[in-house]
């Protein structure tokens, strides 16, 4: 397995600044919005912009929920092993609000369709916006395209992107990992 | 994540503790979902389920249907009473005219004891047993244990005692095996002709005072007299087994300690639980049923999830 670490400490935590002052730029002080991380590992992108968005906007409520998507998946009985649930945890209510769909590396797109599924169990959001870490590019399955990005990656689909978090595995990096 | 390590669902005996604690930890996720504005999930879509009840039922059936209604799968239902059964037709081939409509999974109660095992080696679907007869309730047993671990957080170490109709009850039997593999204490009381001969084998407490039964326990899960199953009278009248083994606010209240009165339901009340035991706030008896949702949710999504499409 060959490891090539395309983001590595400093320039992580710039990327993930970076993307919340585009955020402010479209949902000014956060009353209407909200953000959604989507389970199991969009979950530490979303508590990392909401935590940073609160440092930079700390007068603003900032609302930050984990969706499961498991139940909503298409590939269910399309795999070996069955899919693992998450908790689901969404302590506000979404009708009409501008929800940003938060996950750490979109590929196939699929994930996404499934959590877009899921979030409407929670009511009628105004608009609803998706944020990526990493984009895959040229991969996609269904049309499905990111608002915000931090990375765009030329892979091919043999190859994996790794996101990996300071607060579960000690340290802020993204990898792009070739199967030899 | 593991498989469950069965195709079908025909008795706890079957199940391993980490086929039940997957299980367990799956109806957490869909007690969630089952509170949400909108209960549904697609997951099953593209499977067909008969319930087939050869024996009355309310809240086992309603649950079974509620439940795969929540997850979207498609459902017949057939109740022997208005079919063809009444006509002389076979188990098996009742089964088979169901399945040739292309049916995936097949939900059985039915008064014979083993049922569903017999079944399961001569039809091709998986088969989920809602009771059969005085044998097993697996996801009677499977919700109780829910219960037991969303009042007290784990079932291992717990005390529980099942109290009545021991002799005809699925629910003690299944019950007894669920408890004990979760690593619970586990006795049963109630007069001796409502006892099995062999009951102790199954390593469990025998005791004939309710009293000292429930000074010991956690949890009292109380059963009904299954009259129906009666073929001698076994005690000399309702109103004496009531006195005896029918649990009332007073002797809750005299407990040192608050215990937690679960019932698998149809309640006789005044025979085996008085109302204000039933309604108190000690009772789980409707959390039980809500539990029953997702546990049997949880149930036929694992199983579901083994038969891959294609």
């Known amino acids: 397995m060959l490891h090539k670490q395309l983001l590595s400490s400093p320039k992580f935590e710039l990327t993930i600044k970076r993307l919340c002052y585009q955020l402010i730029e479209n949902h000014n002080d956060f009353s209407d919005s909200v953000i959604i991380g989507l389970q199991p590992r969009g979950i530490y992108l979303a508590s990392c912009i909401q935590k940073e968005l609160q440092n930079i906007l700390p007068k603003s409520t900032i609302n930050c929920g984990f969706l499961d998507i498991t139940f909503f998946r298409d590939d269910f009985r399309r795999r070996e092993s069955p899919l693992v649930p998450n908790s689901t945890r969404i302590d506000f209510i979404i009708e009409g609000k501008n929800v940003i769909i938060v996950d750490d590396v979109l590929f196939t797109g699929r994930t996404i369709r499934s959590g877009m599924d899921a979030m409407l169990a929670y009511g009628r959001p105004k608009t609803v916006e998706l944020l990526v870490l990493v984009d895959r590019r040229f991969s996609r399955e269904i049309p499905i395209e990111p608002d915000y990005i931090g990375m765009q990656v030329d892979s091919i689909a043999s190859q994996n992107v790794r996101v990996s978090w300071k607060e579960s595995e000690g340290e802020n990096k993204v990898e792009l990992i070739t199967n030899k | ?310």
């Not at chain 2, 035991?277 to 579901?304: C, F, H, P, T, W």
């Open chain 2, 1 to 310: 994540m593991q498989n469950l390590s069965t195709r079908h669902l025909l008795g706890i005996k079957d199940l391993t503790e980490n086929d039940i604690q997957l299980i367990l930890e799956t109806a957490d996720n869909f007690k969630e979902i089952i509170n949400r504005p909108i209960k549904k999930v697609p997951s099953l879509r593209d499977v067909t389920i008969a319930n087939i009840f050869f024996e009355n039922s309310t809240r086992t059936k309603l649950s079974f249907e509620l439940a795969q209604k929540r997850l979207s799968a498609d459902i017949i239902n057939f109740a022997a009473s208005s079919s063809s059964v009444s006509k002389g037709e076979t188990l098996i081939d009742t089964v088979n005219n169901i399945l040739a409509m292309k049916v995936d999974m097949i939900v059985m109660r039915h008064p014979y004891p083993g049922a569903g095992i017999f079944l399961s080696k001569h039809i091709n679907a998986q088969i989920v047993n809602a009771g059969d007869g005085a044998h097993e309730h697996p996801t009677q047993a499977l919700l109780d244990a829910f219960s037991i671990r969303q009042k007290y957080g784990d079932v291992a170490g717990k005390k529980v005692v099942i109290v009545g109709d021991i002799l005809h009850s699925r629910v003690a039997l299944s019950n007894i095996l669920c408890l004990q593999k979760l690593g619970a204490e586990v006795m049963v009381c109630g007069p001796t002709t409502l006892m099995p001969r062999y009951i102790k084998d199954l390593g469990v407490k025998v005791e004939h005072n309710l009293l000292k039964a429930l000074n010991w326990c956690d949890v009292a899960n109380m059963l009904r007299i299954q009259l129906e199953r009666f073929d001698i009278k076994y005690f000399p009248s309702i109103r004496e087994y009531s006195m005896m083994y029918g649990l009332n606010k007073q002797i809750l209240d005299s407990l040192d300690k608050e215990i937690i009165v679960m019932h698998p339901g149809p309640i006789n009340r005044g025979v085996e639980i008085t109302s204000d035991v039933a309604d108190s706030k000690q009772s789980v008896i409707l959390e039980q049923v809500e539990n029953g949702v997702a546990v049997r949710m949880a149930v036929m999504y694992l199983l579901a999830s083994q038969n891959q499409v294609g």
